[in-house]
T-cell receptor, first 115, second 116 residues
Framework: DTGVSQDPRHKITKRGQNVTFRCDPISEHNRLYWYRQTLGQGPEFLTYFQNEAQLEKSRLLSDRFSAERPKGSFSTLEIQRTEQGDSAMYLC?????????????FGPGTRLTVL | AQSVTQLDSQVPVFEEAPVELRCNYSSSVSVYLFWYVQYPNQGLQLLLKYTSAATLVKGINGFEAEFKKSETSFHLTKPSAHMSDAAEYFCAVRSSLNTGGFKTIFGAGTRLFVKA
């Protein structure tokens, strides 16, 4: 296992289009997180999965955003009717909670540009 | 809710000079703290973590951080900067979720510039 992977690495789309990103976590990690990072800011929490269950969603995640993790493996993040304000780096991370230490392993991110 | 504040948005240092990146956290009974590093166009990588064991935590690449409860600080230090240390550094804290799990909350980041 070579770590967390994300696809695509870059996505340029026109306003109003739908986009979907994929994250493949480390196989034995049961927890998966999506974060969004804009220029000059730290990552902001979007949503969290434990196995296949989506347990929490941030208020940042509007109705246009949806995330899934079928069978507790890879995850997808879809943005419908994209807006210019959605332009950001979308980061996926996974972890294996042991004793509460929870170190996140991040993927390289998907950079979204909405024109 | 837990939070962290990174006091400097940018820190310039000369090569081989000591580095200190400052972070303060909101007070809590139990706190887990982290430092992550992000190189250009890459994801974040864990440098070190504090989990209520030793107050001086050693991480990768020669970095260390000291947990000071009286000052609610967790500053990141390195005795001698290398050009390869130039990156964005994020202080982070574990926060509980309503559903019983945890999430990590990040500071705004400090960009470290290393000058020759």
């Amino acid at each position: 296992d070579t770590g967390v992977s994300q696809d695509p690495r870059h996505k340029i789309t026109k306003r109003g289009q739908n986009v979907t990103f994929r994250c493949d976590p480390i196989s034995e990690h049961n927890r998966l997180y999506w974060y969004r990072q804009t220029l000059g800011q730290g990552p902001e929490f979007l949503t969290y999965f434990q196995n296949e269950a989506q347990l929490e969603k941030s208020r940042l995640l509007s109705d246009r955003f949806s995330a899934e993790r079928p069978k507790g493996s890879f995850s997808t993040l879809e943005i419908q009717r994209t807006e210019q304000g959605d332009s950001a780096m979308y980061l996926c991370a996974s972890s294996l909670e042991t004793g509460g230490t929870m170190s996140l392993i991040f993927g390289p991110g998907t950079r979204l540009t909405v024109l | 809710a837990q939070s962290v504040t990174q006091l400097d948005s940018q820190v310039p240092v000369f090569e081989e000079a000591p580095v200190e990146l400052r972070c303060n956290y909101s007070s809590s009974v139990s706190v887990y703290l982290f430092w992550y590093v992000q190189y250009p166009n890459q994801g974040l990588q864990l440098l070190l973590k504090y989990t209520s064991a030793a107050t001086l935590v050693k991480g990768i690449n020669g970095f260390e951080a000291e947990f000071k409860k009286s000052e609610t600080s967790f500053h990141l230090t390195k005795p001698s900067a290398h050009m390869s240390d130039a990156a964005e550094y994020f202080c982070a804290v574990r926060s509980s979720l309503n559903t019983g799990g945890f999430k990590t909350i990040f500071g705004a980041g400090t960009r470290l510039f290393v000058k020759a």
